[in-house]
T-cell receptor, first 111, second 113 residues
Framework: RKEVEQDPGPFNVPEGATVAFNCTYS??????FFWYRQDCRKEPKLLMSVYSSGNEDGRFTAQLNRASQYISLLIRDSKLSDSATYLC????????????FGTGTKLQVIP | DGGITQSPKYLFRKEGQNVTLSCEQN?????MYWYRQDPGQGLRLIYY???????QKGDIAEGYSVSREKKESFPLTVTSAQKNPTAFYLC????????????FGQGTRLTVV
């Protein structure tokens, strides 16, 4: 099983729709979680952190489910500008353990 | 301002040549990473380093080499043994431990001509 897995998509959704992505992780000791956004031919940029209690930023909501070992990203009222690839990032607890990036889920919002 | 810098932004290489991509950070991060990204694909880990003078192979290390002589620098050499080096290369850094996010450089687009 991969350390971090994401559905590569693409998810094609109409403007105004709600869309959700999941990211599963295999290391139960993972401590910190993040969602990044990557535009075509650009570097990934931090979208939001994922806290145990969940995190909401405008139209974006991130959730953590430790029991089932996945994080989710919900985008409400999708905009054309949301079209991008969304990567999840998982950090283990303590010490010198590498951060793991998912390969990303591609979202295409269509008019 | 603190950040992570990759250079050059675009690089052209002739077949059979080695080429070195630069990655420098002034964030005082211990860990640094190199990723390769092909068109329409996700990130694939080449090498990572958690501390100075130590580094580990990632999933696709063949044909690549790295060094970590200084905390701030983690150069990647694409050797002639890498059969298909044309790709977008991303460098990232993180603090060790804690809950802070990873920072990325702007990437180097390597093309073999």
């Amino acid at each position: 099983r991969k350390e971090v897995e994401q559905d590569p998509g693409p998810f094609n959704v109409p403007e105004g729709a709600t869309v959700a992505f999941n990211c599963t992780y295999s290391n139960s000791a993972s401590q910190s979680f993040f969602w990044y956004r990557q535009d075509c031919r650009k570097e990934p940029k931090l979208l939001m952190s994922v806290y145990s209690s969940g995190n909401e930023d405008g139209r974006f909501t991130a959730q953590l489910n430790r029991a089932s070992q996945y994080i989710s990203l919900l985008i409400r009222d999708s905009k054309l500008s949301d079209s991008a690839t969304y990567l999840c990032v998982v950090r283990p607890s303590g010490g010198y353990q590498k951060v793991t990036f998912g390969t990303g889920t591609k979202l295409q919002v269509i008019p | 301002d603190g950040g992570i810098t990759q250079s050059p932004k675009y690089l052209f290489r002739k077949e059979g040549q080695n080429v070195t991509l630069s990655c420098e950070q002034n964030l005082n991060h211990d860990a640094m990473y190199w990723y390769r990204q092909d068109p329409g694909q996700g990130l694939r880990l080449i090498y990572y380093s958690q501390i100075v003078n130590d580094f580990q192979k990632g999933d696709i290390a063949e044909g690549y080499s790295v060094s970590r002589e200084k905390k701030e620098s983690f150069p990647l050499t694409v050797t002639s043994a890498q059969k298909n080096p044309t790709a977008f290369y991303l460098c990232a850094s993180t603090m060790t431990g804690g809950n802070t996010e990873a920072f990325f450089g702007q990437g180097t687009r390597l093309t073999v001509v």
